[in-house]
Every structure is written in C-alpha cells, then in structure tokens.
C-alpha cells in the first residue's frame, strides 16, 4: 500500500515537474483542499450512520497500512495436529491446547465442540460471527466507495465556484494590460479543485475500498476454511483427510509441499535420477 502510494503520487508530481506545471497553486489555492476533502467526507457522512462512518474510516486505513497474510499452511496444519490428538487421546485433551489458539473464534468453537454442542450449532455459531464481520466490512467498502464517488463531484463543484470569482473579476481585469494572462492563470486556479477530487478519488479512496473488498474475500475463504476443519474435527476425521479435503480451499501453489516436492522444486533431475530405470 505504502509502494502504491508513492508510485501514485510520485508519478504525478514527476509528470507535473516535466510539463513544468506551477504546483505552487495546490498550496496557494488550499481552499480547493477543505472544499473537496471537507465536502466528501460531509456527503459521505450524510449517507451512512456516524458510527458506521467512523468505524470505515478506521478500518479501512487500518487495511491499507498493515498488510495481513492468512499462512494457510500452518492453519490447515493446526487443525491436523489437533485432529492427530483428538484422535488418539480423546476430544477433552483439546483443552489444554487452547492457549496456542489465539483465534478466538476457533477458541470458542473447540470449547463448544468439547462441552458437546452439535455440529448444527457450531456451525450455526461460526457462520454468524463470519456474516457480522463481513457485514462491517462491507459497510466499510461502500463507504470508501461514496468516497470515491463524491470526491470528482466536489472537485467540479469546486471548479464552477473558481470559474464564477473568475468572471466577477472581468471587470477589474480589462483595466489591466493583460487580461488573456489574468483569465489564464485564474481559470487553471479554478481547475485545482477537480484535479483534487480526481485524484484524491483514483488514488486513496477507490483503491481503499478496493483493498476492503479484497480482505472480505480473504475472510470468507478463512472463515469456510476454519468451520470446515472444526466440523471435520467434531466428527473424528483423520488428520490426512482433514488436511486433503481443507487443501481444497486454497491454490495448489499454496498447498504444503513435502520434501520430495521440495527436492524437485530445487532440483528436477534429482526426481528424474530417483525414478526406477526400467530393463
């Protein structure tokens, strides 16, 4: 996120130093600024409830910033030691694997397995935590979305009142001996308020929300995995075929490769020589 922020920006303020444009205007004209970032967050504010609002803003920025990498590996490898131990020395010795759990969703649910909820209700439970927290995120996307909808908006709007001081001031401006000059600098003024909003849209806004729909995927494929692996762990399934069906879920390049694979990842030949050479 940080990278594609500098390679947004940077690109712009690269290109308007080759076009030698005066960017001395977007801190000249900062009222441009509080009209479209003021005016955004406002209309945003007026379509969502303020709790909802402030929560997006938290959590969307809070997405952007910290990248969270879900190691499936060591998930569906979890779940397969637990399977491994439930199997050989009963559900109850799962007890005193919970301080290794820090998901407290998975924590909550191998309690509810333990004190002998069912199936239907474990999975009940875990797919109602999964729906409330999608739900928030999702709220959080299209808010980012309104953002990124508002923002090119209060640019012209901000634009239009550039344009309008502009013509009230024909009148002073034909006294002057160069009125072309004085109605051009005026007019690329007026136009620094829709650079804002686009590129305030194009460039923080509508990659946020971008980034918010690509964890609710993340989260629901995360969520799928670990009430498939409860479930699996509640009926008594054995970790070799927790671990085939939990694979599944996830692309082969993310699969656990055992040391064969490994070896012939780092060296097809030494599988080639292995093989049995036929007489």
């Known amino acids: 996120s940080i990278v594609g922020l500098v390679l947004g920006f940077g690109s712009i303020i690269v290109a308007a130093e080759v076009s030698h444009a005066n960017m001395a205007l977007l801190y000249e004209k900062y009222e441009a600024f509080i009209l479209v ?3 955004t967050l406002g209309a945003a504010f007026l379509s969502f409830p303020l709790d909802t609002c402030l929560f997006s803003l938290r959590e ?23 399977a491994d131990i439930a199997r050989r020395d009963g559900l109850l010795v799962l007890e005193h694997q919970l301080a290794s759990v820090n998901d407290p969703s998975i924590r909550r649910a191998i309690e509810m397995m333990i004190d002998g909820q069912s199936a239907d209700v474990i999975r009940t ?56 000059g004085s109605i051009g600098g005026e007019t690329a003024a007026a136009f620094i308020a829709t650079f804002l909003g686009v590129t305030l849209a194009n460039l923080l806004w509508l990659p946020i929300g971008a980034k918010v729909k690509a964890r609710i995927a993340a989260v629901e494929l995360e969520r799928e995995i670990i009430t498939e692996a409860i479930l699996m762990l509640a009926a008594g399934n054995s970790p070799n075929i927790m671990r085939q069906k939990l694979q599944a879920y996830i692309l082969p ?26 007489t």
């Open 125 to 180: 439970v875990l797919e109602t935590e999964t729906d409330v927290s999608v739900a928030r995120m999702r709220d959080t996307e299209a808010f980012f979305g309104a953002l990124g909808g508002f923002s090119p908006t209060l640019g012209i709007i901000g634009t239009v009142l550039g344009l309008i001081s502009m013509l009230g001031k024909l009148g002073a401006l034909s006294e002057s001996g160069n009125i072309a």
């Open 60 to 82: 969307g920025f809070t997405i952007m910033l910290f990248e969270r990498k879900v190691d499936y590996e060591e998930l569906i490898g979890k779940f397969a030691r637990f």
């Open 253 to 278: 390049e993310a699969w656990p490769k055992t040391k064969a694979a490994k070896a012939e990842a780092k060296d097809p030949r030494a599988a080639t020589s292995a093989a049995p050479q036929g």
């Open 37 to 39: 970032f003021g005016g």
